[in-house]
């Protein structure tokens, strides 16, 4: 996981997926499940399209840690969490 200042991206950027070198490690999911965030192994903060099984990601941030992701989650209304590893 990479550590350090979340740099939260200003233009939207689409990843494809699957992630190549980097795997998603945790997901925040709404009330009902109709969108999630997505924490990367490398410190990716991203918006997977569709939810499940996404054919691309948008990425919100980088250089993000596990509680910087956990209070932008919690704060942006995504309150249920799912760890991968």
């Given at each position: ?38 924490l990367s192994e490398g410190g990716k903060l991203l918006d997977p399209l569709p939810t499940f099984g996404p054919s ?30």
């Amino acid at each position: 996981m990479v550590r350090g200042t979340m740099q939260v991206r200003d233009e939207i950027v689409l990843l494809p997926a699957p992630l190549h070198q980097d795997c998603e490690a945790r997901r925040w999911y709404t009330e009902g499940g109709r969108s999630c965030l997505a924490l990367s192994e490398g410190g990716k903060l991203l918006d997977p399209l569709p939810t499940f099984g996404p054919s691309c990601y948008a990425l919100i941030a980088t250089r993000v840690g596990r509680g910087a992701a956990n209070q932008y989650a919690l704060t942006h209304g995504y309150c249920h969490a799912r760890n991968f590893n």
